[in-house]
């Protein structure tokens, strides 16, 4: 369904479309060419969209919280959408590790993404005005100001993809391919660390996004999820290259501590297993030739059942 007013934007329904005219399109209406043209990541329109999605004074009402400290403590009346947000802003920033002068320039993308607010009278009426800042800001519009700036941080590592898994056939999922349809934070799943051997996959639903286990996770141990590269496809240095770049931390897995095999690179005539004994663990080796299914760990001395498909 198009906008009855730019070009630029499509909806899925007319309920989709209603919804969004009476909250962020009705800001980002009259800017989206502008915006486009500017060149900004999906994470910038991020978090531009998060605040264009509720009104001025939805984050007024949620200041005392923020800056109160122990936001979700608080025994006071906070509505689902409220907490949405402080979950959100409570996420980490890793600001104490910017540098000069990446602060400095995300600092610029505030600012510019600011201006489009006061451009479009986000504030209220004539706002636009003072958009040269000329004059003193507002405490609110300083407010939304701040937020625009700690929302720019935590979305460079916080934010997941929206996709949609696109079919050719309907009975099969040869050939199917994952289309990126935008990004989105979900301030649960953004908890969740990174492994190279993820414990769970990911998949949306309209603008859910559901997690799955994968594998049996025992009692106490780690629900990761992936960041990116999986250990089976990509190189140590590569995947590590990659984490330290985007998400400024040195992945320290158990595929990455071992240097687990690429998949093309294993050798199909030998197969590893790992001892069935909960305090062992040992690696099994087992050629393919082998007929026996039992086999006696050279660790425990005890006997492990494996089976191949």
């Given at each position: 369904?198009?906008?009855?007013?730019?070009?630029?934007?499509?909806?899925?329904?007319?309920?989709?479309?209603?919804?969004?005219?009476?909250?962020?399109?009705?800001?980002?209406?009259?800017?989206?060419?502008?915006?486009?043209?500017?060149?900004?990541?999906?994470?910038?329109?991020?978090?531009?969209?998060?605040?264009?999605?509720?009104?001025?004074?939805?984050?007024?009402?949620?200041?005392?919280?923020?800056?109160?400290?122990?936001?979700?403590?608080?025994?006071?009346?906070?509505?689902?959408?409220?907490?949405?947000?402080?979950?959100?802003?409570?996420?980490?920033?890793?600001?104490?590790?910017?540098?000069?002068?990446?602060?400095?320039?995300?600092?610029?993308?505030?600012?510019?993404?600011?201006?489009?607010?006061?451009?479009?009278?986000?504030?209220?009426?004539?706002?636009?005005?003072?958009?040269?800042?000329?004059?003193?800001?507002?405490?609110?519009?300083?407010?939304?100001?701040?937020?625009?700036?700690?929302?720019?941080?935590?979305?460079?590592?916080?934010?997941?993809?929206?996709?949609?898994?696109?079919?050719?056939?309907?009975?099969?999922?040869?050939?199917?391919?994952?289309?990126?349809?935008?990004?989105?934070?979900?301030?649960?799943?953004?908890?969740?660390?990174?492994?190279?051997?993820?414990?769970?996959?990911?998949?949306?639903?309209?603008?859910?996004?559901?997690?799955?286990?994968?594998?049996?996770?025992?009692?106490?141990?780690?629900?990761?999820?992936?960041?990116?590269?999986?250990?089976?496809?990509?190189?140590?240095?590569?995947?590590?290259?990659?984490?330290?770049?985007?998400?400024?931390?040195d992945c320290n897995c158990k595929p990455c501590r071992e240097n687990w095999p690429l998949f093309g690179d294993m050798n199909m005539d030998v197969f590893?297993?790992?001892?069935?004994?909960?305090?062992?663990?040992?690696?099994?080796?087992?050629?393919?030739?082998?007929?026996?299914?039992?086999?006696?760990?050279?660790?425990?001395?005890?006997?492990?059942?494996?089976?191949?498909?």
């Open positions: 369904m198009p906008c009855p007013t730019c070009s630029r934007i499509g909806f899925c329904s007319l309920a989709c479309r209603s919804q969004a005219l009476e909250t962020y399109h009705a800001y980002e209406c009259s800017i989206i060419d502008f915006l486009f043209e500017a060149g900004i990541s999906i994470t910038c329109y991020l978090a531009f969209r998060m605040i264009t999605l509720k009104k001025s004074g939805f984050f007024t009402r949620l200041r005392p919280f923020i800056e109160g400290g122990s936001v979700m403590k608080q025994e006071v009346e906070v509505d689902e959408e409220m907490k949405k947000y402080i979950a959100t802003y409570s996420l980490v920033n890793h600001a104490e590790r910017r540098s000069v002068t990446g602060f400095f320039h995300i600092t610029l993308m505030a600012n510019f993404l600011f201006k489009c607010l006061k451009l479009v009278n986000y504030f209220g009426p004539n706002s636009s005005e003072n958009i040269d800042f000329s004059g003193d800001l507002s405490e609110q519009e300083s407010w939304i100001g701040a937020l625009l700036l700690k929302q720019l941080q935590l979305v460079q590592f916080n934010a997941h993809e929206v996709s949609d898994l696109h079919m050719e056939r309907s009975d099969s999922i040869e050939d199917a391919k994952s289309v990126f349809l935008g990004a989105a934070v979900y301030p649960t799943v953004a908890l969740f660390n990174h492994s190279c051997e993820p414990g769970i996959v990911r998949y949306c639903i309209g603008d859910m996004l559901i997690v799955r286990a994968i594998k049996s996770i025992a009692k106490g141990e780690m629900i990761a999820e992936n960041y990116g590269p999986i250990y089976s496809q990509k190189t140590r240095e590569y995947r590590q290259r990659v984490l330290k770049e985007r998400y400024w931390f590893k297993f790992r001892c069935t004994t909960s305090s062992c663990g040992n690696a099994l080796v087992v050629h393919s030739n082998t007929l026996t299914p039992f086999i006696t760990c050279q660790s425990c001395k005890k006997a492990a059942i494996f089976s191949r498909a």
